[in-house]
């Protein structure tokens, strides 16, 4: 190899060991594309101590909410990618919306460095008690006799509680009003309060309103029922195999994250996950943890993005 390219590449071995080296040397922010009270929201809150702990520095959790995610996201894909910008990479924001809003202001597969996935979720379509309808079957019944009549909430446009709900209506030949909120937390709160009738939300955030008899759940996605509630379905079970998938809750930063800072925050999080405390925070909000590699959770991304690309394209759903 020529002396110079020798020496060039050696200055960037060096470039890129110096800035882990010295990382994480401030506080670092985590951000929430979404608004407080959702499942995102939940997972980053539960981890961001113990995270900072594992790291040696503060990371402080900031909600940006709006246009499903986007907004949140595309500020992360346009952070300094110094590590000191990270963001939770959400199936919406990496997959549904991507797939579904042509208008989406980054390329959800070269604009972000993945790190970790933390834990996948199963999802729920909820129903506010004063509903007709306790079970799938008389769900279904209702809104097939009554098309249009009834309307849903949703963590925000193009996300997965969308793009599942349409999913949903398209294979079951019903019809529902799409309403978006800023995200699951505002979703859940109108729906609670009897303002929409029913969500499609992540287990995390509507299981302690479940549990308090404050929404009844329907219908899961899930591989298969959950212990918390035995007698509801799972999608597969009715018929509706594709609308069977769960979320995603990882952590990624801008395109360009040098690899041994990813390598830090990869290993910060896994510890923080061995953290018994955190650890039963997770799994008793029904999450599963996956802890995989930056490589691993970069392959699932991509994976996800083309299974909703093609969700999209066959059902041929658009924006509202
Ligand atoms: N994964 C959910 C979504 O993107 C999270 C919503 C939220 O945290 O508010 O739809």
Do not use: C
Not at 149 to 163: A, C, D, E, M
Not at 241 to 246: A, D, I, L, Q
Not at 262 to 276: M, Q, S
């Amino acid at each position: 190899m020529h002396r110079r390219t020798l020496f060039a590449l050696s200055l960037l071995v060096v470039a890129g060991t110096a800035a882990a080296q010295g990382y994480p040397n401030k506080v670092i922010k985590l951000q929430v594309p979404f608004a407080p009270g959702g499942t995102t929201d939940i997972i980053a809150r539960t981890i961001s101590d113990a995270l900072g702990k594992a790291l040696g520095q503060t990371v402080v959790v900031e909600n940006k909410a709006g246009g499903g995610g986007i907004i949140g996201a595309n500020e992360t894909a346009k952070a300094a990618p110094d590590g000191y910008s990270l963001g939770m990479a959400t199936v919406s924001t990496t997959a549904a919306n991507p797939a579904i809003n042509p208008r989406t202001p980054y390329n959800p597969l070269t604009d972000f460095t993945p790190i970790i996935n933390i834990a996948a979720t199963p999802n729920v379509i909820a129903v506010h008690p004063s509903f007709p309808a306790k079970d799938y079957k008389g769900f279904l019944a209702e809104l097939k006799k009554n098309p249009g009549k009834y309307s849903y909430s949703s963590s925000g446009t193009g996300g997965i509680g969308h793009l599942q709900t349409e999913l949903f209506k398209n294979l079951s030949g019903t019809f529902i009003t799409h309403i978006p909120y800023r995200g699951a937390g505002p979703a859940l709160n109108d729906t609670v309060a009897g303002q929409v009738p029913m969500t499609f939300d992540n287990i995390p955030s509507a299981l302690p309103f479940i549990q308090s008899n404050r929404l009844i759940p329907i219908v899961v996605a899930a591989p298969q029922r959950l212990a918390q509630f035995p007698n509801v379905p799972t999608f597969k079970e009715v018929g509706l195999e594709p609308v069977n998938r769960m979320a995603y809750y990882g952590i990624y930063g801008p395109k360009g994250l040098p690899k041994d800072i990813v390598d830090k925050i990869n290993a910060g999080v896994r510890k923080a996950l061995e953290d018994p405390a955190v650890k039963k925070r997770i799994e008793e909000t029904g999450s599963i943890i996956i802890a995989n590699t930056p490589e691993q959770f970069a392959a699932q991304i991509k994976a996800e993005f083309e299974v909703y690309k093609k969700v999209v394209e066959s059902a041929n759903l658009k924006l509202d």
